[in-house]
């Protein structure tokens, strides 16, 4: 079910999406080579309990998963697409391309943030990796008004990365959603789609829009831990994650600096 956020909510909200903002780009300016990512994950917590704040992720369960996720970050290098769980043994070096996502529970409701950072000087492959998949989020959230749906976004995002002559892959089983008053909402919000399909936008809605690229194939794997989504080729991946507003005019993005 759809979920319609109220004034109220979409006040709270709107603190909250400034507070994840705030902590995300703080741990980024932590990324650097040598740096493990658990303490990412160690500074992005002291950051959110520090401002009286849960950590969204941590003890979180989605459906089909055995174990609750043991980190407050999700922290994916190079080939691993999403949930990287954070561990002391796990270095960044030079080179390497480190996605962090992160949510936080702010007076009771939920926000959800994701960027991808060089580490170091990387190639210039990466680095074209993370402006399009950077900038394939904000043609999304340029297409989420009002009255399209979400087959709009989707197209949106799909048309502007197939109008590069590299062949990203799209990964296609993860996608974006609604969030608010639970991390996970309707509606499923897929990374491609045609025009006109889809649930419709209505004003009041709040989603968390993330494509995810692959320098390669699109087709991912899961490791073991239940969490850790991979290329299934090996090849990079990047990840950008805002939440948003749907008004009755521009989207409004939540989880920015004000």
């Given amino acids: 079910m759809i979920i319609i956020k109220t004034p109220e909510e979409i006040e709270i909200l709107r603190e909250g999406g400034r507070r994840l903002a705030t902590v995300l780009y703080q741990v980024r300016e932590k990324i650097a080579p040598g740096v493990s990512t658990r303490e990412l994950d160690a500074y992005a917590e002291k950051l959110i309990r520090a401002m009286g704040d849960l950590p969204a992720f941590l003890g979180y369960r989605p459906e089909g998963a055995q174990v609750p996720f ?3 970050l999700c922290v994916s290098i190079n080939d691993e697409v999403v949930h990287g769980i954070p ?3 796990k270095i960044l070096k030079a080179g390497d391309i480190v996605a962090i996502d992160l949510g ?8 959800d943030m994701a960027l991808t950072a060089p ?3 990387v190639s210039a492959p990466d680095l ?5 998949t950077e900038e394939a989020l904000r043609q999304g959230i340029a297409a989420a008004r009002a009255g399209r749906t979400v087959g709009d976004i989707g197209h949106a995002i799909e048309s502007f990365v197939r109008s590069h002559k ?3 892959g799209i990964v296609e089983v993860l996608a974006g959603h609604g969030v608010g008053r639970k991390v996970h909402e309707d509606p499923f919000i897929p990374n491609f789609g045609k025009p006109g399909t889809g649930k419709k936008l209505l004003p009041g809605m709040v989603l968390a829009l993330e494509p995810m690229l692959n320098l390669g194939t699109k087709k991912v794997t899961l490791d073991d831990d239940e969490y850790t989504f991979r290329t299934a080729d090996g090849q990079k991946s990047a990840h ?3 939440t948003i507003l749907i008004t009755e005019g521009e ?3 939540l989880t920015r600096l004000r």
């Fill in 70 to 72: 043991p980190a407050t």
């Fill in 166 to 168: 590299e062949k990203y």
């Fill in 87 to 89: 561990r002391p043994d």
């Fill in 104 to 111: 936080i529970k702010h007076r009771g409701l939920f926000t």
């Fill in 251 to 253: 989207p409004e993005i």
């Fill in 119 to 121: 580490v170091g000087k």
């Fill in 128 to 132: 074209k990796l993370l402006a399009v």
């Fill in 240 to 242: 950008f994650e805002h």
